[in-house]
């Protein structure tokens, strides 16, 4: 059965750091999604990916967050100077059309 | 914006006993529900949808979901409860735009 898979599962880095957090989705979808959950806390919607571009994104992707589709298969969603409060699950997610999303493992990012 | 309310963060219960999982929504609009599962130190699984149609929604594991637009409730439900049932819960609603609103999640625990 295909998945979303994502790399890699654990990443801690220095704040101030950039980090990139990797996603692969299944081959034939088309809409792409980065959510966050901190630790105890509800699962957070960050942004929507379609078509080449950002089709919806939350308050909490500013300017430091950016997401991108460097080939026909990965999806990589990149923090540009990490601070502590980033530390947190973050999971991709994609679906064909739409009526229900199929989410990844997860990377835990831990900003030290 | 939507908003989803699971107010029992925490459900007991024994095994082979029945379980309802409450989640209540916020919405002036048509909304679209799910449920999703999260097994310790995984990612969020599909338990099932409702898009249209039948307000009694079966999903995978022997769970079902009962959509009441008056109530603006889309409680889960399994009859006999298993161990290996114990994970996190999460109800989630959307209003057909590509965002998913989350509740805080259920963490349903079975006792042998």
């Known amino acids: 059965e295909p998945e979303v898979t994502q790399t890699p599962s654990h990443q801690v880095t220095q704040m101030g750091q950039e980090v990139i957090l990797r996603c692969v989705p299944i081959?034939?979808?088309?809409?792409f999604y980065w959510y966050r959950q901190i630790l105890g806390q509800k699962v957070e919607f960050l942004v929507s990916f379609y078509n080449n571009e950002i089709s919806e994104k939350s308050e909490i992707f500013d300017d430091q967050f950016s997401v991108e589709r460097p080939d026909g298969s990965n999806f990589t969603l990149k923090i540009r100077s990490t601070k502590l409060e980033d530390s947190a699950m973050y999971f991709c997610a994609s679906n064909a059309r739409w009526g229900g999303q199929f989410f990844g493992p997860g990377t835990r990012l831990t900003v030290l | 914006a939507q908003s989803v309310t699971q107010l029992d963060s925490q459900v007991p219960v024994f095994e082979e006993a029945p379980v309802e999982l409450r989640c209540n929504y916020s919405?002036?609009?048509?909304?679209?529900l799910f449920w999703y599962v999260q097994y310790p130190n995984q990612g969020l699984q599909l338990l099932l949808k409702y898009l249209s149609g039948s307000t009694l929604v079966k999903g995978i594991n022997g769970f079902e979901a009962e959509f009441n637009k008056s109530q603006t409730s889309f409680h889960l439900r399994k009859p006999s409860v298993h161990i290996s049932d114990t994970a996190e819960y999460f109800c989630?609603?959307?209003?057909?735009?590509?965002?998913?609103?989350f509740g805080t999640g259920t963490s349903l625990t079975v006792i042998p």
């Open positions: 081959s034939n979808h088309l809409y």
């Open positions: 989630a609603v959307s209003d057909g735009g590509n965002q998913f609103y």
């Open positions: 919405s002036s609009v048509s909304v679209y």
